[in-house]
């Protein structure tokens, strides 16, 4: 396991800062940190999360909250405050293909409370979950600090070295150490967990559109896929991704961006000239390098990955969050009794990885089965047509896709907790 046996050197002139001991130390602020971090907390134990960026507002995160995620946040008594925050409501999902609008997923019928999917920026979420998680005892929210490295005593995962925002170097010791920082995971490279690769044929590029008072044809607030575009309603402007073939980006710019935006606008409902009014230049465009990965053991001895860190997903059905938080809340179930106790056992964690492998190797066989990867390649003239034709004569489809992107293949709710004390106000 490649982690560190001795105190890593990080100093950059400073004097450290004191050491900080706690029950449990997740790495990365998104949705399966946080709400880790706030299901330990309820449950009494100290947590500290560490949030390399001073906030939450970044562009290009899930704006998805299915119908699965909003059913714990009823279990944790925070589904009325939660949709107070500005939304939209979408019950069903549906495409451009060819001209054709069709219904590609139905929520309307699913066996949960709220039978739609809510459209909300990723910040807004993850700043909610703060917000809670901050009001219990015991929690801590690092913002500005990077994980460097583990460190280990006894063959076990027993820490991180991390600098905080003015490089000043921190060291957390805890009993568990959870890595929930995205797809390009320290905490799993550090720890050495092998990691089986599938692919993907496609990335996607992203830039804003401020919108325009006669923008009213988009009711969802949510456009795609047609002919690989996607839009997503931020309230003053739309956040629009363009799905291209994978490694094509560098290509792509040595064209040019006027010929990057006239592709655009042939799926796109929007013009050329408004395009080019609003992206004027390559700094606005930006790259998700898509990637579907699983690791082959999610843990090893005081250390274990949820989430993108332990399986990456493609952006197919949104789903990558709400499996991130579904990994949190089974996280949570299995290892509240064993941090209550102060120390958990390597077989312990494996058992979150036999809970989640199922949910997950379903989802992402499925992701694979629809990027066509491995498959002999399709007319992409015919491809569109075919497919919204064949759906609309379906009506089964989507409600088969809606509970499939609603709830995936395994939901979890978490665990009655006392009542925890909230911090004073005063």
């Keep these: 396991m490649a982690v560190e046996s001795s105190r890593p050197d990080l100093s950059t002139g400073g004097s450290s800062r004191p050491d900080i001991h706690t029950g449990c130390c997740i790495v990365g602020g998104g949705p399966a940190g946080l709400m880790l971090g706030y299901l330990l907390a309820r449950a009494g134990i100290a947590v500290t999360v ?8 970044r562009d290009f995160r899930g704006d998805t909250i299915h119908p699965s995620t909003l059913e714990i946040m009823y279990h944790l008594d925070l589904l009325t405050d939660f949709l107070a925050l500005p939304h939209q409501r979408v019950e069903k999902l549906r495409g ?10 139905d929520f309307s019928r699913l066996p949960t409370r709220c039978k739609f999917m809510a459209f909300m920026p990723q ?6 979950l703060a917000e809670r998680a901050e009001a219990l005892p015991g929690f801590t929210l690092l913002r500005s600090t990077t994980a460097r490295e583990l460190f280990n005593a006894g063959g076990r995962v027993c820490g991180v070295a991390a600098v905080d925002g003015q490089d000043m170097p921190l060291r957390i010791h805890a009993a568990l150490v959870v890595g929930t920082d995205g797809r390009q995971s320290m905490v799993r490279a550090a720890a050495g967990l092998p990691a089986r690769e599938f692919g993907a044929p496609r990335d996607v590029v992203w830039f804003r559109l401020p919108r325009q008072s006669d923008d009213t044809g988009q009711s969802s607030g949510h456009g795609g896929p047609k ?6 309603d931020r309230g003053d402007y739309w956040q629009c991704g363009y ?6 980006f560098a290509a792509l710019r040595r064209e040019g961006l006027a010929t990057l935006l006239r592709r655009v606008a042939e799926v796109a409902p929007f013009g050329y000239d408004r395009l080019a009014g609003a992206v004027v230049d390559w700094s606005q465009v ?3 390098v898509i990637r579907i990965d699983r690791l082959r053991r999610w843990a090893a001895p005081g250390v274990l990955c949820i989430g993108d860190a332990a399986h990456a997903m493609s952006p197919i059905g949104g789903v990558g969050v709400n499996l991130a938080v579904q990994d949190a809340v089974a996280a949570a179930n299995l290892l509240t009794a064993p941090l209550l106790q102060g120390r958990v056992t390597l077989r312990q964690l494996n058992r979150v990885q036999r809970r989640r492998r199922f949910p997950t190797w379903a989802l992402q066989s499925l992701q694979i089965m629809l990027t066509g990867k491995g498959n ?18 379906q009506p089964w489809v989507p409600l088969i896709s809606g509970r499939i992107i609603g709830m995936g293949f395994g939901t979890e709710t978490p665990l009655p907790a006392p009542q925890a004390p909230r911090k004073s106000c005063r």
């Design 50 to 57: 560490l949030e390399k960026h001073a906030d939450f507002l």
């Design 96 to 105: 451009e293909f060819r001209g054709e609008t069709v219904t590609l997923a």
């Design 123 to 128: 910040w807004e979420f993850l700043n909610f």
């Design 227 to 232: 002919n690989n575009f996607i839009m997503l």
């Design 243 to 248: 799905s291209i073939e994978k490694g094509s």
């Design 286 to 288: 930006k790259l998700l």
């Design 376 to 393: 002999r390649p399709r007319d992409p003239a015919r491809a569109p047509s075919a497919i919204g034709g064949w759906m609309r004569r």
